[in-house]
Nanobody, 125 residues
Framework: QVQLVESGGGLVQAGGSLRLACAASGRTFSTYPMGWFRQAPGKEREFVAASTWSGGSPVYGDSVKGRFTFSRDNTRNTVYLQMNSLKPEDTAVYYC??????????????????WGQGTQVTVSS
């Protein structure tokens, strides 16, 4: 059974940093897309970052470009999201996602068939 478990969320002041991790179990995803999405209260789920496979260059949502960095560690079957220069508008539940499908763009949640439970990130002003 595939599981994605996020960690690293918490409360941070504006301008601070957090590093999220997502550990996958049940299968390896080194050759498949993995990514991060987020959802703020009352808003739709938003694409944050993803890569098509372990050697692919990450792509980022416009709102996080230049501040967030996506990375993968195949030895740990884990992906990370380094978040710097955090803003109050980054406050959301952050979800890890993995795909074993071949349809859709990696910046679309429809591409992903595995999801973590989410981790809360709160940025205070």
């Amino acid at each position: 059974q595939v599981q994605l478990v996020e960690s690293g969320g918490g409360l941070v002041q504006a301008g601070g940093s957090l590093r999220l991790a997502c550990a996958a179990s049940g299968r390896t995803f080194s050759t498949y897309p993995m990514g991060w999405f987020r959802q703020a209260p009352g808003k739709e789920r938003e694409f944050v970052a993803a890569s098509t496979w372990s050697g692919g260059s990450p792509v980022y949502g416009d709102s996080v470009k230049g501040r967030f960095t996506f990375s993968r560690d195949n030895t740990r079957n884990t992906v990370y999201l380094q978040m710097n220069s955090l803003k109050p508008e980054d406050t959301a539940v952050y979800y890890c996602a993995a795909s074993t499908t071949y349809s859709g763009s990696i910046d679309s949640e429809k591409r992903y068939n595995y999801w973590g439970q989410g981790t809360q990130v709160t940025v205070s002003s």
